[in-house]
């Protein structure tokens, strides 16, 4: 199979999983176009591909599924028997169904998700939950894990989906109740606005947050140039000690190739 072009879609709010998607194809042989899905305005964004291309579609989990920005862009995305990769970050607590429901998304819509990763990233609330991943443990295996898949492209075999974890129908999300919100020292500049995936930011009023629309990605939060965006130190506190029963430990990146490896 001789693959022409490779194109990186990724849903990346702090940047982390776009870090992993980079990862995973440094060693291919040419460094894949990005294109960042996270901007709201990317929600009308449609694209096709050919069974020469090779996408790799990379987005964080929240709650075990994925968000349904992501999802909005990601199902205007078409491919025509086009080789792909999954990728799905979390946090060290689980994955549940984000990585079926990409794979079902991509399947749907023309792709063949032949290979797929569940891959360990700082957890975007919780940073001592997985600090410092991926790191330099995890690059290693990444990257090896990237040259396999490159390998099997280059092969004559016939490409098949692969078969990942998760059930169907999914596990409900019922959103996370951490909501970011500013303080007191908002100069309302309105980068947080401009800059929310969810559109849950109100331009006129950046100091405000529609609480129904956001999805807790903690992009504002990054992004604020004056650090006054953030979470209720109790709330965050009480949830931070419940976290630690759950994600302690260190937890293996699940890699996908014609089967778990």
Same mark, same amino acid.
């Given at each position: ?42 929600r009308g964004l449609s694209m096709d591909f050919g069974p020469d291309d090779l996408v790799l579609f990379g987005v964080p989990v929240y709650g075990g599924r994925i968000s349904s920005p992501a999802v909005q862009t990601l199902r205007r995305m078409q491919g025509s ?24 998304? $991509? ?9 797929? !990763? &569940? *891959?360990?990233?700082? =957890?975007? +609330?919780?940073?001592? #939950? ?51 919100? $500013? ?9 947080? !606005? &401009? *800059?929310?995936?969810? =559109?849950? +930011?109100?331009?006129? #009023? ?56």
């Amino acid at each position: 199979m001789e693959i022409r072009n490779v194109t990186s879609i990724f849903f990346s709010p702090t940047g982390s999983t776009r870090r992993l998607v980079s990862m995973l194809s440094k060693t291919f042989p040419s460094k894949p176009r990005e294109v960042d899905i996270t901007p709201y305005t990317q929600r009308g964004l449609s694209m096709d591909f050919g069974p020469d291309d090779l996408v790799l579609f990379g987005v964080p989990v929240y709650g075990g599924r994925i968000s349904s920005p992501a999802v909005q862009t990601l199902r205007r995305m078409q491919g025509s028997r086009t080789p792909a990769v999954l990728v799905a970050a979390y946090g060290n607590r689980e994955y549940d169904d984000a990585l079926l429901e990409l794979a079902d998304i $991509a399947a749907a819509n023309g792709f063949i998700p032949f290979a797929a !990763a &569940a *891959l360990i990233a700082e =957890h975007s +609330i919780m940073h001592s #939950v997985a600090a410092g991943r991926p790191d330099a443990q995890d690059a290693k295996k990444i990257e090896a894990f990237g040259t396999q898949l490159w390998k099997k492209l280059s092969t004559s075999e016939a490409l098949s989906p692969v078969s990942v974890k998760g059930t169907r129908p999914y596990k409900e999300f019922g959103g996370v109740p951490m909501k970011p919100k $500013a303080g007191r020292s908002c100069t309302g500049c309105g980068i947080c !606005a &401009a *800059l929310c995936p969810a =559109h849950a +930011i109100p331009a006129n #009023v950046p100091s405000c947050t529609d609480k129904d629309a956001c999805i807790s990605c903690m992009r504002c939060i990054q992004i604020c140039p004056v650090k006054t965006r953030s979470l209720n130190k109790v709330v965050l506190s009480v949830a931070g000690c419940s976290m630690k029963k759950v994600c302690s430990g260190r937890k293996k990146n699940e890699l996908y190739l014609g089967g778990k490896i």
